[in-house]
């Protein structure tokens, strides 16, 4: 007998899971776990916990407590602001080696851990039961803070807010003794810790302690067939790229182009659009760039998916006096679609700052005049200073503000103005370019985009703490109520319950009742 026709013996491993591991200054690690995406902001932690268990989540917790040393949190690293690497924070947990998705049958939901990468998330539903999640559309983004944050992406419109879809969450928190537990949160209403699972529902990481595991079942499913307990993903889609240049865009073409685009998505994100498999964001990036791009995603199996792809792109480029440059127009399969670079975010090795805003109408003549002035400096031409106006509405505005944390739930569009640069001495200049811009592009609300106007407040996701100082948030209007609204009270309320100590916080945290 050959060895080849000897009988199959199945190899063994025994291999251990990452973590506990504690990596401090000395550790060749460090220079890494120190920092998150934004390299704006390098953390001096005296350590960095990584953990691979919800127990060791719990020690870790416990440990930094009776230490006395402050805790952040970190998922996947995609923080706008110094929240994790702020100078008070002592110990980091880090929960990237918790990325484990997979289908739970005793809650009858799937199971997402906290450290899992949105684009392991897709992949995982998407080969194991051909389902997903209407996530965002970074796949280095991680699961951890983008949930809890009320995270949205390119099939938000047709389904909801990825937190629209949470069922359950595990919480390591810290009591009014100190003492470092686990607690499961379901939206079930007769669950008394339901108040727990509606605070993770649009109020941001680092309010109320460590998320380790997610559950997602969606709105309303029943049976136990795992395929139809979440939204079926698509087999294909349509992307495209189209690109303005800015020779020979006037300001009232320019104009033209953004009211367009405005008003096209006022007209079609009701609930019931025949629109809502189609997702776009426009790019207005400064004159220095050369052009403004437009980037769109449509089901394929959507009717009439193509037609209704040129027929956008049409509408909003109609009367802007300049020809759109087509750059990608395919049909591809939807997977594969998820690492698309169209919808990413930065490089990892960019600094950054970004400004949110929810809009609830078309953009006024204020509006637009704020836009063509500093997108066309000419005292500062730096291409990779830009707007990004993403699609929103549709089944995210089927929900009354308080169903969950997310108040925000009329507008058409997420909007930011940002900036990414490499250099830190090139900081100030950058920093007062998107600053000044957003304070101009909201000067009829005070700096900052009012509530239930045209505006309607700010993403917590994409934080911006420039809101509490009064030089750029002259408003009268608290940073509290911009990203909260009316939800705010419940959430301190939640607060006083389940983080009294106030162990988890940051600069944009929800604060305990006076």
Same mark, same amino acid.
């Given at each position: 007998?050959?060895?080849?026709?000897?009988?199959?013996?199945?190899?063994?491993?025994?291999?251990?899971?990452?973590?506990?591991?504690?990596?401090?200054?000395?550790?060749?690690?460090?220079?890494?776990? *120190?920092?998150?995406?934004?390299? !704006?902001?390098?953390?001096?932690?005296?350590?960095?916990? $990584?953990?691979?268990?919800? /127990?060791?989540?719990?020690?870790?917790?416990?440990?930094?407590?009776?230490?006395?040393?402050?805790?952040?949190?970190?998922?996947?690293?995609?923080?706008?602001?110094?929240?994790? @690497?702020?100078?008070?924070?002592?110990?980091?947990?880090?929960?990237?080696?918790?990325?484990?998705?997979?289908?739970?049958?005793? !809650?009858?939901?799937?199971?997402?851990?906290?450290?899992?990468?949105?684009?392991?998330?897709?992949? *995982?539903?998407?080969?194991?039961?051909?389902? @997903?999640?209407?996530?965002?559309?970074?796949?280095?983004?991680?699961?951890?803070?983008?949930?809890?944050?009320?995270?949205?992406?390119?099939?938000?419109?047709?389904?909801? $807010?990825?937190?629209?879809?949470?069922?359950?969450?595990?919480?390591?928190?810290?009591?009014?003794?100190?003492? +470092?537990?686990?607690?499961?949160?379901?939206?079930?209403?007769?669950?008394?810790?339901?108040? $727990?699972?509606?605070?993770? #529902?649009?109020?941001?990481?680092?309010?109320?302690?460590?998320?380790?595991?997610?559950?997602?079942?969606?709105?309303?499913?029943?049976?136990?067939?795992?395929?139809?307990?979440?939204?079926?993903?698509?087999?294909?889609?349509?992307?495209?790229?189209?690109?303005?240049?800015?020779?020979?865009l006037t300001k009232a073409g320019f104009g033209r182009l953004m009211q367009n685009y405005a008003q096209w998505h006022l007209d079609n994100s009701a609930p019931g659009s025949p629109q809502l498999s189609l997702f776009s964001e426009l790019k207005p990036a400064h004159r220095a760039a050369g052009a403004i791009s437009l980037t769109t995603?449509?089901? /394929?199996? /959507?009717?009439?998916?193509?037609?209704?792809?040129?027929?956008?792109?049409?509408?909003?480029?109609?009367?802007?006096?300049?020809?759109?440059?087509?750059?990608?127009?395919?049909?591809?399969?939807?997977?594969?679609?998820?690492?698309?670079?169209?919808?990413?975010?930065?490089?990892?090795?960019?600094?950054?700052?970004?400004?949110?805003?929810?809009?609830?109408?078309?953009? #006024? /003549?204020?509006?637009?005049d704020a836009m063509y002035k500093h997108l066309t400096r000419t005292d500062y031409a730096h291409p990779a200073a830009l707007m990004l106006i993403s699609a929103y509405g549709g089944k995210v505005n089927e929900l009354a503000p308080a169903a969950t944390a997310v108040a925000q739930r009329d507008s058409?569009?997420?909007?930011?103005?940002?900036?990414?640069?490499?250099?830190?001495?090139?900081?100030?200049?950058?920093?007062?370019?998107? *600053?000044?811009?957003? !304070?101009?592009?909201?000067?009829? @609300?005070?700096?900052?985009?009012?509530?239930?106007?045209? #505006?309607?407040?700010?993403?917590?996701?994409?934080?911006?703490?420039?809101?509490?100082?009064?030089?750029?948030?002259?408003?009268?209007?608290?940073?509290?109520?911009?990203?909260?609204?009316?939800?705010?009270?419940?959430?301190?309320?939640?607060?006083?319950?389940?983080?009294?100590?106030? #162990?988890?916080?940051? +600069?944009?945290?929800?604060?305990?009742?006076?």
């Amino acid at each position: 007998m050959t060895l080849l026709d000897s009988p199959a013996t199945a190899a063994t491993a025994d291999v251990a899971p990452l973590g506990p591991n504690t990596v401090g200054s000395a550790d060749n690690r460090y220079a890494d776990l *120190r920092r998150g995406t934004n390299q !704006r902001f390098e953390g001096n932690p005296e350590y960095i916990r $990584l953990v691979s268990s919800t /127990a060791q989540v719990v020690t870790a917790v416990q440990q930094a407590v009776n230490a006395g040393k402050k805790i952040a949190v970190r998922s996947g690293g995609h923080c706008y602001e110094d929240f994790v @690497t702020n100078p008070a924070v002592k110990v980091v947990i880090d929960l990237s080696p918790m990325s484990e998705v997979g289908f739970d049958t005793t !809650r009858n939901a799937f199971v997402i851990e906290a450290g899992a990468k949105l684009g392991q998330v897709y992949e *995982r539903l998407f080969k194991g039961w051909g389902v @997903t999640v209407p996530a965002g559309a970074c796949p280095t983004v991680g699961a951890g803070g983008h949930v809890q944050g009320g995270g949205y992406g390119a099939l938000s419109r047709k389904h909801g $807010l990825v937190s629209d879809h949470l069922y359950a969450v595990e919480v390591v928190v810290v009591d009014a003794a100190g003492t +470092a537990k686990a607690v499961v949160a379901t939206r079930e209403a007769s669950d008394p810790h339901r108040d $727990l699972w509606w605070a993770h #529902t649009g109020a941001g990481g680092g309010n109320f302690g460590v998320v380790t595991r997610y559950w997602m079942r969606a709105p309303g499913a029943t049976g136990t067939t795992p395929s139809l307990l979440l939204p079926k993903a698509p087999s294909e889609v349509w992307i495209s790229t189209v690109n303005w240049p800015w020779e020979g865009l006037t300001k009232a073409g320019f104009g033209r182009l953004m009211q367009n685009y405005a008003q096209w998505h006022l007209d079609n994100s009701a609930p019931g659009s025949p629109q809502l498999s189609l997702f776009s964001e426009l790019k207005p990036a400064h004159r220095a760039a050369g052009a403004i791009s437009l980037t769109t995603q449509v089901e /394929a199996s /959507a009717p009439n998916a193509e037609q209704m792809l040129k027929d956008f792109v049409a509408y909003v480029g109609a009367g802007t006096g300049v020809t759109a440059q087509v750059a990608d127009h395919r049909k591809v399969p939807w997977l594969h679609a998820t690492q698309w670079s169209g919808f990413t975010g930065p490089d990892p090795l960019f600094r950054f700052k970004g400004k949110p805003a929810y809009q609830r109408k078309n953009f #006024t /003549a204020a509006q637009i005049d704020a836009m063509y002035k500093h997108l066309t400096r000419t005292d500062y031409a730096h291409p990779a200073a830009l707007m990004l106006i993403s699609a929103y509405g549709g089944k995210v505005n089927e929900l009354a503000p308080a169903a969950t944390a997310v108040a925000q739930r009329d507008s058409i569009l997420k909007v930011q103005t940002a900036v990414l640069w490499t250099d830190p001495a090139d900081d100030a200049k950058h920093l007062a370019w998107v *600053r000044e811009f957003f !304070r101009d592009l909201y000067s009829e @609300t005070g700096g900052v985009p009012g509530l239930d106007g045209v #505006t309607d407040g700010m993403f917590i996701n994409y934080a911006d703490v420039d809101v509490k100082d009064p030089n750029w948030n002259p408003s009268g209007t608290p940073w509290q109520q911009l990203y909260f609204k009316g939800n705010y009270p419940a959430l301190q309320q939640a607060k006083a319950r389940w983080d009294p100590r106030n #162990t988890f916080s940051h +600069a944009l945290s929800v604060e305990l009742p006076a």
